[in-house]
């Protein structure tokens, strides 16, 4: 009995003394104030385009940043540059091909802190079809609150080759080179606020 007694009391102390599981939070998108923009270079000059239909989702940890996760996806025929005839040429098989592969792509896998408010975000980033493990620099904007939303925000420039996604087109010029460029930078601002904590279930009744 009281081999028992000792047992008992020494397991208590060592669930007391395990750290307490820090809270995950869950932040959304915020469309409204969030970017998603590209540049490539056209000939002699950048041209600008960037995506009008996405959705993410953020799981924070604030004391484990390395514990957080990231989910991101954009709706490949919401591409605008501003000129209708190009835009259905970037939607089509030549670019995006965004009937056959309508999603473009991020999950994380791995979050590094890398001092101050800046992270490298590892992850598998999908588009047209082909999936790449990518590191991506992000700079953290902070937490507030206005009213009675909590907001979180980032910033991230990449930097990619479209051919490593079999985006190839491209099309000779008078003299030598080519109309397009390979690299393509990307420019991306989320702002996203977090999500209600869900309601506790109800405790089932109690059975007879």
């Known amino acids: 009995m009281k081999t ?8 208590a102390l060592s669930l007391a003394a395990l750290p307490l599981t820090a809270e995950v939070e869950v932040f959304r998108l915020d469309k409204a104030h969030t970017s998603v923009s590209f540049r490539i270079r056209h ?7 960037r995506f009008t239909d996405y959705d993410g989702k953020i799981w924070v940890d604030r004391q484990n940043p390395s514990a957080s996760k990231v989910e991101f996806t954009i709706q490949a025929a919401s ?4 000129n209708e005839n190009r835009d259905k040429h970037l939607r089509s098989a030549d670019f995006f091909d965004a009937e056959k592969y309508p999603a473009i792509t991020f999950v994380s896998t791995k979050i590094e802190p890398k001092g101050g408010d800046v ?6 980033f999908t588009l047209r079809g082909v999936t790449k493990t990518m590191k991506m620099p992000v700079k953290h904007g902070g937490f507030a609150r206005v009213g009675p939303k909590e907001k979180t925000g980032f910033d991230l420039t990449l930097r990619l080759n479209r051919k490593d996604f079999n985006i190839n087109w491209n099309r000779a010029i008078d003299k030598g080179g080519w109309i397009l460029g390979d690299d393509v ?3 991306i601002g989320v702002e996203a606020d977090k999500e209600a904590a869900a309601e506790p279930q109800k405790a089932a009744a109690a059975r007879p």
């Open 185 to 187: 930078d990307i420019l």
């Open 4 to 11: 028992s007694r000792r047992i008992a009391a020494g397991l």
């Open 119 to 124: 992270y490298d975000i590892t992850g598998n």
């Open 79 to 82: 591409i605008n540059t501003g």
């Open 43 to 49: 000939v002699v000059s950048m041209v600008d385009g």
